[in-house]
């Protein structure tokens, strides 16, 4: 998919932002669980948020090991379509420390 992205973006011109989010998280037989449920393991409540923008600090595979939550995806994704954030928009966007920003909400934890 990305390398499609790739040719659209010789193609086109324009930059295209990509992301890959998800609302939980997997046991795979981890603990002995097969499936999500209400446990507080690492593998259920760490989602995957994966970020492809232009002008990305950020190196390809690069992790940032803030404390984000799924109420940040919308105001990033409306951040980085130039789409003003209503104020009372619950979250912040994470464009900025994408970009290379030191943390803007620092969160020490969040509510699973």
């Known amino acids: 998919m990305l390398d ?10 324009r930059g295209v932002v990509v992301v890959f989010a998800s609302d939980h998280g997997e046991m795979l037989g981890a603990h002995q669980c097969r499936q999500k449920g209400n446990v507080l393991y690492r593998e259920n409540v760490s989602t ?4 492809r923008a232009p002008g990305m ?20 994704i409306l951040d980085y379509a130039g789409v003003r954030i209503p104020a009372d928009l619950p ?3 994470l464009k900025p420390r994408l970009d290379g920003a030191a943390p803007r909400h620092g969160r020490s934890a969040a509510l699973v």
């Open 4 to 13: 499609a992205v790739d040719d659209l973006e010789r193609r086109d011109g």
């Open 48 to 51: 995957p948020f994966l970020v």
């Open 57 to 76: 600090a950020l190196a390809p595979g690069e992790a940032v090991g803030d404390v984000v939550s799924a109420v940040d995806v919308l105001p990033t």
């Open 91 to 93: 979250g912040c966007s």
